[in-house]
């Protein structure tokens, strides 16, 4: 399952469970369209650090990276690849 597919799945099961994966577009503004609110992000991000594994420092807290499912999906691939920078010692 691909992260976008895990990303919605964990959007609708908690924010949206009248709305399937066809219906959440990938650049949805989960924000402004108020899907998700300041205590939502929270959950999100503790999902995140859960689900795949990744801290999320103080640093990441900028919306813009939980706004849609492409930014998360961005986010977890950006995080991702710095992990894998790091641990070779790059």
Known sequence: MSNID?????????????????????????LSDGVIDSLGVLKLIAWV??????PVDDTDLDPNNFR????????????RAGAATAAVGG
Do not use: G, W
């Not at 895990?6 to 989960?30: C, G, M, N």
């Not at 650090?49 to 990744?54: G, Q, T, V």
């Open 68 to 79: 849609s499912v492409t930014a998360i999906d961005a986010f977890i691939t950006q995080r």
């Open 6 to 30: 895990q990303i919605k799945r964990f959007l609708i099961e908690e924010f949206l469970p009248d709305v399937t994966p066809d219906q959440l577009a990938d650049d949805h503004d989960l």
């Open 49 to 54: 650090e859960d689900h795949f594994a990744l």
